[in-house]
């Protein structure tokens, strides 16, 4: 490839200098390696492998441009090496040029079909360039072809990140860190995967692997802490976001994690400051905007939040958390017209069927209908109410559901069958994810189908629990005080037993506790008021919840799926809601459109349940007056 006309001395010095040359580049003495290659260039200014590896060495010495330039200098001389072409491309990829490494990866390829290296990068292009999908399919091939090698395996972790597969991502990252298990950047992607499929425990393990290799990773020490949120560990992650920030107080991700954490600590005024420190930095940063607008709708400022999701989502239009939480500051205010077609952003995550999606636009009569739950048990409760609505269109309905809701679920007319998830579904034409019937049947808050009882209590259950329960002569109250822990408001909705000693003073009163679940608190709590009946521990399923609340006078409850089967059961059922409590429950008013015989009990403040209780134990000295 020597194209200058040199004597048979200089040749030899030539082959000499690139012989040494490369050696020393292999020992990583760029200086000296690329000192050599400079002066063959001198002699010799078209030598192909000359330019090439200075090329090479340039990159790794930060001189990307001078680099660019010797490598498409050498391609002009020689188009037909394809380690050159895939060397340009890693080039172009750390330049952010993706489209022409793309182009150089193809030319590789086009040379060597079988080259992992190219495919590799060809998989990084199309990574820049926001295609996951293509990229995936480029990171596989380089996995197949190279199983060995650690970065292949580590970027279809990303590339599966990216596509949202994160159970995939899990099992692609466990193989990165078998290949390299001492490498902290892979622990740390590894963990995010972990954290991304809800096993936050695993998480934090990773987490504390790669700290413990390297304990200045502030990525580690950010994501450590965003788990810490997860796990309803404010105070740690706090202090995690504290020490990141400590070496670099505008870290705009250190400074988003502090404001998650203020959020959840109730310290919303401090988390919009924070939010907006992060805006002063980065204006761009679509993710503080939408944060903000939750700290916002935490403090019932829903216009401001409106607002803030807005400008998230004017910078990143695809953003479908922040289209969702834009949707419920409508829905929080009954505006269902504007907030029921933006709240199908939800359902980002959503599986994938056979049969088409029904919002409402198609005939039902002669079809088979599959509505099937897809968030809580409270969710499939409430929403279930619009079963028979379909089966009044001449549709034969399917209902797929949690396990325990199948015995409330199996008598409601105009269900055909209730299939739990995992069971075979029968064949159907059309199917409905349950939040999306409000939409599908253009529900207004005039229109919300509100018949109660829609649901019933299995008749053989009945009688049973009620020669069960205590209080012959007086009113039978069944109390919650905690919802499901590993709900992402939790720590808002549920309180503690403590708050609720008030009650047990209002004459007359047998109190049921069917709080499920129950923590060591709780189980201090029941001890010291043996006068409470606790059943919780004892209900198998919603049937038997169901078939308890039937002898009982009233349900008092925090925000729980036993509120909707109380209300769906038609029983007189007072909710205890936090200050910003959940979109369904609109603001100030004390009644539910959604069940007639619900009665609302508000904090005046965040976190005020005295005052909520002090209302429930005055309105208790009327009940049933």
Not at 108 to 114: G, S
Not at 146 to 165: F, M, Q, Y
Not at 442 to 452: D, R
Not at 590 to 608: C, H, K, N, V
Request: proline content about 6%.
């Amino acid at each position: 490839m020597q194209h200058t006309a040199l004597s048979d001395q200089e040749r030899e010095a030539v082959a000499s200098a690139m012989r040494y040359g490369l050696e020393l580049h292999k020992r990583g003495a760029l200086d000296q390696a690329g000192a050599l290659y400079a002066g063959v260039l001198k002699l010799a200014p078209r030598h192909v492998e000359a330019l090439h590896y200075l090329g090479v060495i340039k990159n790794q010495q930060g001189h990307v441009e001078e680099a660019l330039d010797l490598m498409a200098t050498a391609l002009e001389l020689n188009a037909g090496w394809a380690q050159m072409h895939t060397n340009y491309a890693f080039m172009l990829n750390g330049a952010g040029r993706h489209d022409e490494a793309l182009e150089a990866t193809a030319r590789a390829l086009a040379i060597e079909p079988v080259n992992p290296d190219a495919e590799f990068h060809r998989g990084n292009a199309l990574m820049g360039l926001d295609r996951a999908a293509e990229a995936l399919d480029a990171f596989e091939r380089a996995v197949a072809l190279r199983p060995g090698d650690v970065d292949p395996v580590v970027n279809r972790g990303n590339a599966l990140v990216k596509l949202k597969r994160f159970e995939e991502a899990v099992v692609a990252f466990k193989r990165a860190i078998e290949l390299a298990p001492g490498h902290a950047g892979i622990l740390n992607n590894y963990g995010q995967a972990l954290s991304a499929v809800g096993r936050h425990d695993e998480a934090m393990l990773f987490f504390d692997r790669a700290l413990a290799i390297d304990p200045t990773y502030v990525s580690v020490v950010i994501n450590r802490a965003k788990t810490l949120v997860d796990l309803d560990r404010p105070d740690e992650a706090l202090a995690a976001a504290a020490s990141a920030l400590a070496v670099d107080a505008c870290h705009t991700a250190a400074l988003d994690v502090r404001g998650l954490a203020l959020v959840a600590l109730g310290r919303c005024e401090e988390a919009i400051a924070t939010f907006e420190d992060i805006m002063a930095v980065d204006p761009d940063m679509a993710t503080a905007y939408n944060n903000r607008g939750i700290a916002q709708t935490r403090l019932n400022r829903f216009d401001q939040a409106r607002s803030s999701f807005e400008i998230a989502l004017e910078i990143l239009p695809t953003f479908k958390v922040a289209r969702t939480n834009e949707a419920i500051t409508y829905m929080v205010a009954g505006d269902y017209a504007a907030g029921l077609p933006k709240f199908e952003a939800r359902r980002e995550k959503e599986r994938v069927f056979d049969a088409p999606l029904w919002l409402g636009e198609e005939a039902l009569a002669g079809k088979t209908l599959l509505i099937h739950a897809e968030q809580g048990l409270g969710d499939t409760l409430q929403f279930v109410r619009y079963a028979p609505l379909a089966a009044a269109r001449n549709a034969r309905v399917v209902v797929e559901a949690q396990p325990a809701l199948k015995p409330v679920l199996v008598g409601v007319p105009g269900i055909a069958d209730v299939v739990a998830p995992g069971e075979a579904l029968p064949p159907f034409d059309l199917h409905c994810p349950m939040m999306s019937l409000p939409l599908a049947f253009h529900t207004t808050l005039a229109t919300i189908p509100a018949q109660v009882p829609y649901l019933a209590a299995p008749v053989e259950r009945v009688a049973q629990w009620k020669s069960r329960l205590r209080g012959d002569g007086q009113r039978r109250i069944g109390l919650i005080w905690s919802g499901n822990r590993k709900h992402k408001d939790d720590r808002n909705r549920s309180m503690a037993p403590e708050h609720l000693a008030p009650l047990f003073a209002v004459p007359g009163t047998q109190w049921i506790a069917l709080q499920p679940g129950l923590a060591a608190r709780d189980r201090s709590f029941l001890a010291a008021h043996p006068d409470i009946q606790a059943i919780g521990g004892e209900l198998a399923d919603f049937g038997d919840t169901a078939a308890v609340m039937a002898g009982l006078d009233l349900v008092v409850s925090v925000d729980t799926a036993a509120v909707h089967l109380a209300g769906a059961l038609g029983r007189p059922v007072w909710v205890m809601l936090s200050f910003s409590p959940d979109w369904r429950w609109l603001m100030q008013r004390p009644d539910s459109p959604w069940y007639p015989t619900a009665r609302l009990f508000r904090q005046p403040a965040a976190g005020d349940w005295d005052a909520v209780v002090a209302q429930v134990t005055v309105a208790l000295a009327t009940f049933g007056s």
